[in-house]
Nanobody, 121 residues
Framework: QLVESGGGMVQAGDSLRLSCAGS????????MSWFRQAPGKEREFVAS????????YYADSVKGRFTISRDNAKYIMTLQMANLRPEDTATYIC????????????????WGEGTLVTVSS
């Protein structure tokens, strides 16, 4: 029920915008998050946004560089990434959860397949 797009190969310092399309039900009732997973590493939380857009939260590693947003009328969530670094290289995955504030992968209700972002130095 979640489909990501927008990944690609960029250079350090570049910007990239990811999108996550979902269903009406998810956007009406669920908080949403972005996670990422690099090869050989555990899935890690990146950012989250509440259902009513009032609250956002970012991992320290992306704070000030990434911006999460959502459009509940178009059923689209985005992650605007700026000043990308090689360590941002990962598959970025969107997720939905009934409760805003949960940041552990095990607590998410729905997942997308992910979109790969590769940042070269």
């Amino acid at each position: 029920q979640l489909v990501e797009s927008g990944g690609g190969m960029v250079q350090a310092g570049d910007s990239l915008r990811l999108s996550c399309a979902g269903s009406e039900r998810i956007f009406n009732y669920y908080a949403m998050s972005w996670f990422r997973q690099a090869p050989g590493k555990e899935r890690e939380f990146v950012a989250s946004i509440s259902r009513n857009l009032a609250n956002t939260y970012y991992a320290d590693s992306v704070k000030g560089r990434f911006t999460i947003s959502r459009d509940n009328a178009k059923y689209i969530m985005t992650l605007q990434m700026a000043n990308l670094r090689p360590e941002d290289t990962a598959t970025y995955i969107c997720a939905a959860d009934r409760v805003y504030g949960t940041r552990r992968p095990s607590e998410m209700d729905y997942w997308g397949e992910g979109t790969l972002v590769t940042v070269s130095s």
